[in-house]
């Protein structure tokens, strides 16, 4: 991956998942309905801290709090970049 950002301590980039666009019964999901996903890809890790080590790595496929991280766009990708701390679990 050839981004050019670096999160510090115990901060972590994540590329979101797309979101469902159909229900498990087949109904097309509009986009003004769908969910924010909550599922992703870590694409960068921090260093930790002394008191906080980073447990994650780049590769793991992570869930996290729907209102968890800042939302930013790298390369016309969108991105967010969160605590460790706001990972709820490695999938």
Partial sequence: MGLKIK??????????????T????????PDNAKEKPQKGNVVAVGKGTKDDP???KVGDTVLYGKYAGTELKLENKDY???RESD????V
Wanted: hydrophobic share 60%; charged share 15%.
């Fill in 7 to 20: 999160p510090l301590a115990d901060r972590v980039l994540i590329e979101p998942l797309e979101a469902e």
């Fill in 22 to 29: 159909t229900t498990a019964s087949g109904i097309i999901i």
């Fill in 54 to 56: 980073i447990t994650v």
């Fill in 80 to 82: 967010l970049i969160m």
């Fill in 87 to 90: 990972i709820l679990a490695i």
